[in-house]
């Protein structure tokens, strides 16, 4: 057996996470990958860019001390590799170039920007193997603050995935309109219509925390009607309230019900009446592909 740690930081429109994983090699058994620490500070980007264009001073030097934080626990971790990926708010950022040399130059950590398709292949890249059935189709869908990305999968295998610009800190924002709201809808009908008894895999804090609160065992799924019944409990309490009386964290309580909003229109629209929720997502992504060589 051998021990490594490697550590994947995951840069999003409504939060900054910190992954460090320990990746366990055997000579006859597979690699083993088991979370050592998860950090999340809740960096805003997307209210920046999504408003402005770019990045505030305020927020760029918050990212700053982040990274800089990132790198000492890193060190102190022993983390042998590491990859720092931005989507969907650096990339539309149009200072993203300037902030991203700012913070190399003071911490010491690239960042790179992924595009949607990449985000999404990344994302596909986790241990999905372990939920997917051969004989089953699935809708993976990872929402995140800025995007959203959605990946088909049947017969074990990735059919067709898309990333769209309908993101929590977005529709906060007022920046979705309704024409990509029928642009997902279209191509998760048309694509859906290949398929039969589809279920759902979500992804992201907002679902992981819904599933939590279920009080569902791990591998369980969440019914339609429950999400739908979960999500109209939600709308009916203040945004004080969801912090106060389920203890949801301040940057969640409002995020919160947009994702949740997301995930039962993919539900309706591909006629799936269950989503399982498994504990991936990007970060554990990146980790997968640093270990196995596909960043270049």
């Given amino acids: 057996m051998h021990l490594n740690k490697y550590a994947a930081i995951d840069i999003g429109s409504n939060g900054v996470r910190l992954l460090i994983s320990n990746v366990i090699t055997f000579k006859k058994k597979e690699t083993q990958f088991t979370k050592s620490a998860l950090i999340r500070v809740p960096i805003r980007l997307g209210e920046d860019v999504f408003t402005r264009g770019e990045i505030s001073k305020k927020n760029r030097d918050r990212m700053c001390d982040a990274m800089t934080a990132f790198r000492l626990l890193m060190k102190v971790y022993g983390v042998e590799k590491f990859k720092a990926c931005a989507t969907s708010a650096m990339r539309e950022a149009n200072n993203k170039e300037e902030v991203i040399q700012y913070i190399f130059d003071k911490s010491e950590i690239k960042i790179d920007i992924i595009d949607g398709k990449k985000e999404a292949e990344i994302i596909s890249s986790t241990d999905l193997h372990e939920l997917i ?9 990872d ?23 309908l993101g929590t800190v977005r529709l906060l924002d007022k920046k979705v309109n309704n024409q990509i709201w029928l642009d997902v809808k279209e191509w998760i009908k048309e694509t859906s219509n290949e398929y039969s008894e589809i279920s759902l895999i979500g992804s992201g804090g907002n679902i992981n925390k819904i599933f939590k609160l279920s009080g569902k065992a791990p591998g369980k799924a969440l019914s339609y009607i429950y999400l739908n019944s979960y999500y109209n409990f939600l709308n009916q ?41 498994p504990k991936i997502g990007l970060s554990d992504g990146i980790i997968k592909s640093l270990y196995y060589g596909k960043f270049d």
């Fill in 237 to 277: 309490m203040t945004y004080d309230q969801r912090i106060s009386e389920i203890d949801l964290n301040p940057d969640r309580a409002d995020v919160i019900i947009p994702a949740t909003k997301i995930y039962l229109s993919a539900m309706k629209w591909s006629n799936a009446n269950k989503i399982y929720v």
């Fill in 133 to 141: 059935k051969n004989d089953k189709s699935y809708l993976y869908v």
């Fill in 143 to 165: 929402v995140g603050g800025g995007s959203t990305e959605f990946t088909f999968f049947s017969k074990g295998e990735i059919m067709e995935s898309k990333s769209f610009r």
